[in-house]
């Protein structure tokens, strides 16, 4: 009696099975031994390229290791992506990855295999670590837009992340506080002195309402001292509609200052340097950096408290501007799509009417 024999995983015990296969068809020993040589050598090659006869052809896609599938996704995101989407797609990956490490789990894991139960113990280390509701929400929904993704690609079958929730609204209220006029001057005396360029990313959202985003990517090209204003593209802006800001006089002498002799109109107003001087140059600047800026130094330097945020700088001018300024004005440098839009940001404030019949028109009054 000839037989075939060869040991392959079984998926569901993850142990070595062993497979039979009878081989007493052909009558001719010498025909026999030639045939089953033929298909011993076509069961390894068909075994090295990893076909396993246990796994139907439906799910064999869904036994890919974890860390190939990520491998796989990154570069199949990479084709239409922009830099800042890759970003957050190959941070998500490592996060993975070390939580993979970090539980011992093999870096083999199929993708299958990741099941609710390691779901579970990966958002429970993510609400019992030092992270904040909103960064626990950001988690879960890259999370259950990643296995999406697997599903649709059929490296699985199930989102393990399905039955988690996010944290509900009323949490995640934001803490944020206008600046008062106080704050505004000492502000501007501290970075006068210390850091202009920085002052007039400040200003921009201040007076021109801009993104953080919209400014790392705003090039020297776009800022026009002759006729004070900022051209905001399209294909940078939030609403991805290009825009005017217009930057008013009390600002001028600021933006004037900006090394902007010899710099290429290409390059980028505000790049990236390890000194955080951001200065005209070829490198772009990750928007985070502003913030990381404003809370390693400037809140420091200032004695400020959390609630005192980059963004309060745009909270702040709005509610400014539309002291001294009709709303359909304000809504233009802003740039939002309706009055109504305008109004809800302005008057979401509690002390919004004091605060507009009080404060002065300079950022430094």
Same mark, same amino acid.
């Given at each position: 009696m000839w037989y075939i024999v060869y040991?392959?995983?079984?998926?569901?015990?993850?142990?070595? =099975? *062993? !497979? *039979?296969?009878?081989?007493?068809?052909?009558?001719?020993?010498? #025909?026999? *031994? =030639?045939?089953?040589?033929? $298909?011993?050598? =076509?069961?390894?090659?068909k075994l090295e390229s990893g076909w396993n006869p246990l796994i139907s052809g439906n799910e064999r896609k869904t036994f890919t290791p974890l860390t190939v599938a990520l491998d796989d996704y990154l570069k199949i995101k990479g084709k239409d992506s922009e830099e800042n989407s890759m970003r957050e797609y190959r941070s998500l990956a490592k996060f993975l990855r070390n939580f993979l490490a970090d539980f011992h789990l093999t870096p083999e894991l199929p993708v299958n295999q990741f099941s609710e139960d390691i779901a579970a113990e990966m958002m429970e280390s993510l609400k019992l670590s030092n992270i904040g509701p909103q960064t626990y929400n950001n988690y879960l929904r890259r999370l259950k837009t990643l296995w999406n993704w697997f599903i649709e690609y059929k490296y699985a079958k199930r989102n393990p992340f399905l039955g988690f929730k996010r944290y509900p609204k009323k949490i995640l209220q934001k803490i944020r506080t206008t600046l008062t006029r106080d704050d505004r001057k000492a502000l501007f005396d501290l970075l006068r002195n210390e850091n202009n360029n920085y002052l007039c990313i400040c200003l921009l959202c201040y007076y021109c309402f801009m993104r953080p985003k919209e400014i790392v990517l705003l090039q020297v090209k776009h800022l026009n001292l002759n006729k004070q204003f900022v051209f905001v593209p399209g294909t940078i802006a939030k609403n991805d509609k290009d825009s005017v800001r217009?930057?008013?006089?009390a600002a001028m002498p600021f933006f004037k200052k900006l090394p902007l002799s010899g710099a290429d109109p290409e390059d980028y107003l505000f790049s990236w340097t390890n000194e955080w001087l951001f200065r005209p140059g070829k490198t772009q600047c990750i928007s985070r950096y502003l913030a990381r800026y404003w809370n390693d130094y400037v809140r420091k330097k200032l004695g400020w408290g959390l609630d005192k945020q980059f963004y309060s700088l745009k909270d702040t001018g709005?509610? &400014?501007?539309?002291?001294?300024?009709?709303?359909?004005?304000? #809504?233009? #440098?802003? &740039?939002?799509?309706?009055?109504?839009?305008?109004? !809800?940001?302005? =008057?979401?404030? $509690?002390?919004? #009417?004091?605060q507009i019949r009080t404060q002065a028109r300079s950022f430094t009054e």
């Open positions: 040991y392959v995983v079984n998926p569901l015990t993850d142990e070595l =099975q *062993r !497979i *039979r296969i009878k081989f007493n068809r052909i009558k001719n020993k010498g #025909q026999r *031994r =030639q045939l089953a040589r033929d $298909m011993m050598r =076509q069961l390894n090659d217009t930057i008013p006089d709005m509610t &400014d501007m539309a002291g001294y300024l009709a709303l359909p004005l304000v #809504q233009g #440098q802003a &740039d939002h799509s309706s009055l109504a839009i305008t109004s !809800i940001y302005i =008057q979401k404030k $509690m002390d919004v #009417q004091e």
